[in-house]
Protein backbone atom coordinates (compact mmCIF):
# COMPACT_ATOMS: atom_id res chain seq x y z
CA UNK A 1 0.00 0.00 0.00
CA UNK A 2 1.07 3.44 -1.06
CA UNK A 3 1.67 6.33 1.55
CA UNK A 4 -1.76 7.25 0.73
CA UNK A 5 -3.72 4.33 1.24
CA UNK A 6 -3.44 3.05 -2.68
CA UNK A 7 -3.31 -0.35 -4.04
CA UNK A 8 -1.18 -0.58 -7.22
CA UNK A 9 -2.66 -3.62 -9.30
CA UNK A 10 -1.52 -5.14 -12.66
CA UNK A 11 -4.10 -7.17 -14.70
CA UNK A 12 -3.28 -10.21 -16.36
CA UNK A 13 -5.55 -11.83 -19.06
CA UNK A 14 -5.81 -13.06 -22.61
CA UNK A 15 -9.32 -12.57 -22.56
CA UNK A 16 -9.60 -8.81 -23.96
CA UNK A 17 -13.37 -8.58 -23.03
CA UNK A 18 -12.60 -9.48 -19.57
CA UNK A 19 -9.55 -7.48 -19.07
CA UNK A 20 -10.76 -4.14 -20.26
CA UNK A 21 -13.83 -4.66 -18.20
CA UNK A 22 -11.81 -5.03 -15.04
CA UNK A 23 -9.53 -2.04 -16.09
CA UNK A 24 -12.54 0.08 -16.27
CA UNK A 25 -13.51 -1.21 -13.14
CA UNK A 26 -10.36 -0.69 -10.94
CA UNK A 27 -9.48 3.08 -12.87
CA UNK A 28 -13.54 3.97 -11.16
CA UNK A 29 -11.40 3.19 -7.86
CA UNK A 30 -9.57 6.03 -6.60
CA UNK A 31 -8.39 3.74 -3.81
CA UNK A 32 -6.47 1.36 -6.69
CA UNK A 33 -3.82 2.49 -8.92
CA UNK A 34 -3.19 0.75 -12.18
CA UNK A 35 -0.22 -0.07 -12.95
CA UNK A 36 -0.85 -2.02 -16.27
CA UNK A 37 -2.84 -4.38 -18.47
CA UNK A 38 -2.09 -7.05 -20.69
CA UNK A 39 -2.28 -9.97 -22.56
CA UNK A 40 -0.65 -12.96 -21.14
CA UNK A 41 2.93 -12.87 -23.11
CA UNK A 42 6.64 -14.31 -23.27
CA UNK A 43 7.48 -11.45 -21.30
CA UNK A 44 4.78 -10.95 -18.57
CA UNK A 45 6.65 -12.07 -15.47
CA UNK A 46 9.08 -9.67 -16.66
CA UNK A 47 6.03 -6.36 -17.37
CA UNK A 48 4.37 -7.49 -13.69
CA UNK A 49 7.76 -7.23 -11.78
CA UNK A 50 8.73 -4.31 -13.41
CA UNK A 51 5.86 -2.08 -13.03
CA UNK A 52 5.85 -2.12 -9.69
CA UNK A 53 2.53 -3.40 -8.74
CA UNK A 54 1.52 -5.10 -5.48
CA UNK A 55 -1.40 -6.94 -6.58
CA UNK A 56 -1.63 -9.03 -9.27
CA UNK A 57 -5.41 -9.63 -10.60
CA UNK A 58 -5.24 -12.78 -13.30
CA UNK A 59 -7.83 -14.90 -14.60
CA UNK A 60 -5.00 -17.72 -15.69
CA UNK A 61 -4.38 -20.68 -12.87
CA UNK A 62 -2.44 -22.02 -16.04
CA UNK A 63 0.38 -18.70 -15.78
CA UNK A 64 1.02 -19.30 -11.83
CA UNK A 65 1.60 -23.13 -12.11
CA UNK A 66 3.14 -23.40 -15.15
CA UNK A 67 4.95 -20.22 -16.31
CA UNK A 68 8.98 -20.62 -15.91
CA UNK A 69 9.90 -17.05 -15.57
CA UNK A 70 7.17 -16.28 -13.09
CA UNK A 71 7.85 -19.51 -10.65
CA UNK A 72 11.42 -18.64 -11.23
CA UNK A 73 10.44 -15.52 -8.87
CA UNK A 74 12.72 -15.40 -5.40
CA UNK A 75 10.44 -15.75 -2.91
CA UNK A 76 11.05 -12.30 -1.88
CA UNK A 77 9.33 -11.20 -4.95
CA UNK A 78 6.94 -13.57 -4.60
CA UNK A 79 5.63 -12.68 -1.25
CA UNK A 80 5.58 -9.24 -2.12
CA UNK A 81 3.40 -9.74 -5.02
CA UNK A 82 0.18 -10.78 -4.21
CA UNK A 83 -2.32 -12.44 -6.61
CA UNK A 84 -5.94 -12.60 -7.12
CA UNK A 85 -7.53 -15.36 -9.30
CA UNK A 86 -10.79 -14.24 -10.64
CA UNK A 87 -13.31 -15.81 -12.91
CA UNK A 88 -12.54 -19.73 -11.41
CA UNK A 89 -13.76 -22.46 -11.76
CA UNK A 90 -15.40 -23.97 -8.62
CA UNK A 91 -13.26 -26.48 -8.42
CA UNK A 92 -11.28 -27.15 -4.84
CA UNK A 93 -8.25 -29.15 -6.88
CA UNK A 94 -7.69 -25.94 -8.33
CA UNK A 95 -8.33 -23.50 -5.39
CA UNK A 96 -5.97 -25.75 -3.32
CA UNK A 97 -3.37 -25.56 -5.90
CA UNK A 98 -3.77 -22.02 -6.17
CA UNK A 99 -2.75 -21.71 -2.40
CA UNK A 100 -0.34 -23.83 -2.75
CA UNK A 101 1.75 -21.34 -5.25
CA UNK A 102 0.88 -18.59 -2.51
CA UNK A 103 -2.12 -16.83 -4.03
CA UNK A 104 -4.32 -15.08 -1.45
CA UNK A 105 -7.50 -14.54 -3.54
CA UNK A 106 -9.91 -16.68 -5.25
CA UNK A 107 -13.15 -15.43 -7.09
CA UNK A 108 -15.23 -17.52 -9.05
CA UNK A 109 -17.05 -17.39 -12.35
CA UNK A 110 -19.75 -14.92 -12.80
CA UNK A 111 -18.94 -13.22 -9.71
CA UNK A 112 -20.18 -9.78 -9.52
CA UNK A 113 -17.63 -6.52 -10.20
CA UNK A 114 -17.77 -5.81 -6.94
CA UNK A 115 -16.75 -9.46 -5.23
CA UNK A 116 -13.35 -9.10 -7.62
CA UNK A 117 -12.81 -5.25 -5.84
CA UNK A 118 -13.31 -6.73 -2.34
CA UNK A 119 -10.92 -9.27 -3.06
CA UNK A 120 -8.36 -7.33 -4.17
CA UNK A 121 -8.95 -5.12 -1.37
CA UNK A 122 -8.75 -7.82 1.20
CA UNK A 123 -5.74 -8.88 -0.45
CA UNK A 124 -4.04 -5.40 -0.46
CA UNK A 125 -4.72 -5.26 3.56
CA UNK A 126 -3.37 -8.57 3.96
CA UNK A 127 -5.71 -10.69 4.45
CA UNK A 128 -6.92 -13.76 2.29
CA UNK A 129 -10.18 -14.74 0.47
CA UNK A 130 -11.91 -17.11 -0.83
CA UNK A 131 -15.57 -18.68 -1.81
CA UNK A 132 -17.06 -19.48 1.83
CA UNK A 133 -17.26 -23.09 0.92
CA UNK A 134 -14.05 -23.33 0.05
CA UNK A 135 -13.21 -22.29 3.42
CA UNK A 136 -14.03 -26.14 4.86
CA UNK A 137 -11.82 -27.75 1.78
CA UNK A 138 -8.49 -25.93 3.65
CA UNK A 139 -9.90 -26.75 7.24
CA UNK A 140 -9.84 -30.40 5.78
CA UNK A 141 -6.69 -30.19 3.80
CA UNK A 142 -4.58 -29.02 6.94
CA UNK A 143 -6.10 -31.51 9.21
CA UNK A 144 -5.45 -34.51 7.30
CA UNK A 145 -1.62 -33.38 6.72
CA UNK A 146 -1.49 -32.72 10.91
CA UNK A 147 -2.49 -35.24 12.18
CA UNK A 148 0.93 -37.07 12.93
CA UNK A 149 2.38 -39.41 10.50
CA UNK A 150 4.03 -42.43 11.52
CA UNK A 151 7.63 -41.85 12.99
CA UNK A 152 10.74 -43.30 11.99
CA UNK A 153 10.78 -46.35 14.50
CA UNK A 154 6.97 -46.61 13.05
CA UNK A 155 7.73 -46.88 9.63
CA UNK A 156 11.03 -48.99 10.17
CA UNK A 157 9.17 -51.72 11.70
CA UNK A 158 6.08 -51.88 9.01
CA UNK A 159 8.36 -50.91 5.97
CA UNK A 160 5.84 -48.41 5.36
CA UNK A 161 6.35 -46.77 1.44
CA UNK A 162 5.61 -42.95 1.25
CA UNK A 163 2.48 -43.37 -0.50
CA UNK A 164 1.26 -45.62 2.37
CA UNK A 165 2.55 -42.98 5.19
CA UNK A 166 0.78 -40.34 3.41
CA UNK A 167 -2.31 -42.36 3.37
CA UNK A 168 -2.51 -43.26 6.73
CA UNK A 169 -3.31 -39.30 8.69
CA UNK A 170 -6.26 -39.45 5.35
CA UNK A 171 -7.85 -42.78 7.41
CA UNK A 172 -8.15 -41.18 10.42
CA UNK A 173 -9.51 -38.20 9.26
CA UNK A 174 -12.59 -40.57 7.33
CA UNK A 175 -11.78 -39.94 4.26
CA UNK A 176 -13.46 -42.22 1.73
CA UNK A 177 -11.20 -44.07 -0.68
CA UNK A 178 -12.72 -42.25 -3.25
CA UNK A 179 -11.62 -38.94 -1.70
CA UNK A 180 -8.14 -40.19 -1.12
CA UNK A 181 -8.04 -41.18 -4.89
CA UNK A 182 -8.85 -37.76 -5.82
CA UNK A 183 -6.13 -36.40 -3.21
CA UNK A 184 -3.86 -37.90 -5.37
CA UNK A 185 -4.90 -38.20 -8.74
CA UNK A 186 -5.46 -42.11 -8.51
CA UNK A 187 -7.95 -44.72 -9.01
CA UNK A 188 -10.01 -46.12 -6.55
CA UNK A 189 -8.42 -49.82 -7.23
CA UNK A 190 -4.68 -48.02 -6.27
CA UNK A 191 -5.67 -47.06 -3.24
CA UNK A 192 -7.67 -49.92 -2.80
CA UNK A 193 -4.70 -51.66 -2.94
CA UNK A 194 -2.67 -49.71 -0.95
CA UNK A 195 -5.01 -49.79 1.72
CA UNK A 196 -4.85 -54.05 1.86
CA UNK A 197 -0.95 -53.61 2.07
CA UNK A 198 -1.42 -51.19 5.01
CA UNK A 199 -3.54 -53.57 6.67
CA UNK A 200 -1.16 -56.63 6.19
CA UNK A 201 2.23 -54.71 7.37
CA UNK A 202 0.20 -53.12 10.26
CA UNK A 203 -1.00 -56.48 11.13
CA UNK A 204 -5.14 -55.44 11.36
CA UNK A 205 -8.63 -56.24 9.82
CA UNK A 206 -9.79 -52.19 9.64
CA UNK A 207 -8.40 -49.20 8.57
CA UNK A 208 -9.43 -47.04 11.45
CA UNK A 209 -7.38 -49.93 13.44
CA UNK A 210 -4.24 -48.94 11.15
CA UNK A 211 -4.52 -45.57 11.84
CA UNK A 212 -4.99 -45.97 15.82
CA UNK A 213 -1.74 -48.23 15.43
CA UNK A 214 0.43 -45.46 14.13
CA UNK A 215 -0.94 -42.96 16.73
CA UNK A 216 -0.26 -44.87 19.19
CA UNK A 217 2.98 -45.97 18.65
CA UNK A 218 4.04 -42.22 17.42
CA UNK A 219 2.89 -41.39 21.43
CA UNK A 220 4.45 -43.75 23.30
CA UNK A 221 8.15 -43.98 21.80
Given at each position: MSMDGRFSIFILSSNRL????????????????????????????????????????????????????????????RCRLKVVLVAMDDDKKHFLRAVKQGVLGYVLQDSPAIEVIDAIRAVGRGEAICPRHFTRVLFDCVASQSLDLPNARTRQQWDLTRREQQLIPMIGSGMTNKEIAAQFSLSEQTVKNHLHRILRKVGVARRLEAFEACQTESITL
Open positions: FRESVERTVRKKPHLDLKGAQSIQADSTHEIVSSGAEILVTDSLRFILETKEWRAQSTTE
